[in-house]
């Protein structure tokens, strides 16, 4: 029987919800491009519902327990006496969510002896050394594109409430005041501008496609292109790279997986180049960017805003640089871990877990690491370090 370690949020500050602002979602069962939705035998919990949190547990327990599993379900997971790192030393399976990321890190890895499985509940497998994985022979899986539409909503709202400056706008009724002047000092409209995402995956050719109805011109870099029939279908302009493609964007979206060749990508250098009040928007990974330079170049003006849903270390300390720097967005990673993908990737888990244990192959799409390699997803989005 395995032991079953899960690391999730804490539950909201006044308890765990007894009623929801909706009574249903709606039902969506594949995404763009066919992929179904998941498949699991059976789910113990209902759509809709704050799963993600510690009482949620994912609606895991039922389904482990019934088969004489054991599940154990942490929010702490950062000290170093951490529940996380107490239970980590017998755990066979290791479940976390980007938005509250358990570091499995080469040194935890080697104390986790009996560790066969680590799964992202959710899109995101940077929080675990790959190259520790592989060379333990750790399966490592995550449940692909079940909140990338998510997180490419996210994306839209992110960049209209920098352009139109909204955010301010709201805090001057939340005030009591009424000055349009200083309302509209920052605010454009998005037609006409030079849009560019990093990165043209899931999550960023979703965002072009729901960008392309504001009438702006869509860039993008990929080290995978995409098909001249989608290019032409967008109006999409490519580039060989970030380099190249950022001097021509009023604004940049980063939608690229964190590895060896973005860690720090967006650095004063690269922020240099940019147009001049370009707004930078970041729901990947924080360390694509370096923290200071964002500041420096927010303080300096040579952006005009950066709104990010990724921070390092998650959570972000209260006095991290982000908290304070102006003209900024950021919320705390939720992009994707909304009610509706947490139906999602909460089933998606499950499905993981059924195939794992009862020794069937995994979804080719959910599979990072497998057997000591690189596979399905992991393959086509991650780099691990030579040697």
């Not at 909706?22 to 939705?37: A, F, K, N, V």
Request: proline letters at 6%.
């Amino acid at each position: 029987m395995a032991k079953v370690l899960c690391v999730l949020y804490d539950d909201p500050t006044d308890g765990y919800p007894k009623s929801y602002a909706r009574d249903d979602l709606p039902e969506i069962d594949h995404y763009p491009g066919g992929q179904s939705t998941p498949t699991p035998q059976g789910i113990d919990f209902t759509p809709g519902h704050l799963l993600g949190s510690v009482s949620g547990e994912l609606g895991l327990r039922h389904f482990l327990e019934s088969r004489g599993h054991t599940l154990v379900v942490t929010s702490d997971k950062d000290a170093a006496d951490s529940v996380f790192d107490q239970e980590l030393a017998d755990a066979d399976i290791v479940i976390s969510q980007p938005f509250w990321p358990a570091y499995l890190t080469a040194e935890r890895i080697a104390k986790a002896k009996n560790l066969k499985l680590a799964i992202t509940a959710g899109i995101g497998s940077d929080h675990v050394d790959l190259d520790a994985a592989i060379a333990r022979g750790i399966t490592v899986a995550e449940v692909t594109y079940c909140n990338s539409i998510s997180v490419a909503e996210h994306v839209v709202m992110m960049t209209l409430s920098l352009v139109r400056n909204y955010l301010p706008s709201h805090q001057v009724v939340l005030d009591g005041g009424w000055n349009i002047a200083d309302c509209v000092a920052r605010s454009y409209d998005l037609e006409g501008m030079q849009v560019g995402t990093v990165a043209a995956g899931r999550i960023g050719l979703a965002v072009l496609r729901r960008l392309a109805p504001f009438d702006v011109g869509l860039h993008y870099t990929d080290r995978h292109r995409l098909p001249a029939a989608v290019e032409q279908e967008l109006g999409l302009t490519w580039h060989e790279s970030a380099a190249e493609m950022v001097p021509h964007c009023d604004v940049v979206t980063i939608n690229a997986p964190l590895h060896p060749e973005t860690e720090g990508l967006f650095g004063d250098e690269l922020l240099a180049t940019m147009k001049r009040g370009a707004y930078l928007i970041n729901t990947a990974r924080a360390r694509i960017t370096d923290p200071e330079a964002i500041d420096r170049a927010l303080r300096s003006g040579q952006l005009a805003g950066y709104a990010g849903d990724v921070w390092y270390p998650q959570p972000a300390s209260a006095d991290h640089p982000w908290r304070t720097m102006p003209h900024h967005g950021m919320t705390p990673h939720i992009s994707g871990t909304s009610l509706s993908a947490q139906a999602r990737y909460a089933a998606g888990t499950r499905e993981i877990l059924e195939s794992f244990l009862s020794g069937s192959p995994l979804r080719e799409e959910y599979r990072i690491v497998d057997k000591g390699a690189l596979a399905g997803a992991g393959a086509h989005s991650y780099s691990v370090s030579a040697g």
